[in-house]
């Protein structure tokens, strides 16, 4: 049976990236991964994708799914059977509220995705951002604006760096099963932008247990809009049992898009309906 191809356009994407200590995120991943490093640095991060019109390459439009979607991703590298040195990005956990991909992630990637709720309120530039997992095992929460550039504390000079025209493939853990499976990305543009974030929390990042007091910081924020892509099948590096990466927490309930005061002192809270 041929590979299937996706297709569709994300019609917006934020990328959280932090940058943490490597020997705490080596412990996260499954061999043969190793965290990439950047100025000495391991990037971790959650991709938070509104994707549209999803469907297998060939079929019109109108066939297409939309859908919130979200990943928790480690930046890493291995090296294959012929000792080369490779780079892909290892997404330890996807989610998303279309009830649709839990039996088609099953059955094209060999791995259900997670049912997840997710609340959205966009003006132009400003974002409120609220999603949780419904199995309680993610959660993030943000406010941001569009900005020209990234932060001084950046690890990062410039969105011109090597570093983010990279590692274009990735890794999942099979439900059930002794493998990982890989799934390339293409695009033919990438209008990628930074963006400022006000407020944030991610239950993951945030967890003083897994990530000990000074081995991980917020280091920037991305936003992509209105990119048509396609992704399909890549051998997988090698074979592994799947990696505890997430475990249970116990969210605030209900989960709500915490807005800042002083931007929207009249707004009401956004809560998620079950």
């Not at 043969?32 to 994707?51: E, N, Q, T």
């Not at 469907?55 to 109108?62: A, E, I, Q, V």
């Not at 006000?198 to 910081?217: C, N, Q």
């Amino acid at each position: 049976m041929r590979t299937p191809i996706l297709c569709g356009v994300i019609k917006r994407r934020f990328v959280l990236n932090y940058r943490a200590d490597p020997k705490v995120v080596e412990g996260l991943l499954p061999a043969p991964f190793s965290p990439k490093l950047y100025h000495g640095y391991a990037i971790v991060g959650v991709c938070l994708d509104r994707l549209e019109g999803v469907r297998l390459r060939g079929l019109p439009g109108w066939l297409g799914v939309s859908s919130e979607n979200a990943v928790h991703r480690i930046a890493a590298e291995w090296v294959d059977s012929q000792g080369q040195s490779r780079e892909s990005v290892y997404a330890a956990r996807r989610d998303t509220n279309l009830w649709l991909s839990a039996p088609l992630g099953a059955q094209l990637f060999s791995r259900g995705y997670h049912r997840a709720r997710f609340a959205v309120e966009e003006s132009v530039g400003h974002v409120d951002f609220a999603y949780r997992a419904l199995d309680r095992t993610a959660e993030v929460n943000f406010s941001g604006d569009d900005a020209f550039k990234l932060p001084p504390s950046s690890c990062f000079k410039s969105l011109q760096e090597e570093f983010f025209g990279t590692g274009n493939s990735g890794s999942s853990p099979a439900e059930d099963q002794p493998n990982l499976h890989g799934i390339a990305f293409e695009t033919k543009e990438w209008k990628i932008r930074p963006f400022q974030v006000s407020r944030l929390f991610s239950s993951f990042f945030d967890d003083k247990e897994r990530f000990p007091a000074g081995t991980i910081e917020f280091d920037h924020a991305l936003v992509i809009r209105d990119v048509a892509h396609a992704w399909h099948f890549v051998p997988s590096p090698a074979d592994t049992r799947a990696h505890p990466w997430l475990k249970p927490i116990e969210p605030t309930s209900p989960v709500t898009i915490r807005r800042q005061a002083v931007r929207r002192p009249k707004s009401a809270a956004v809560t998620f309906l079950s």
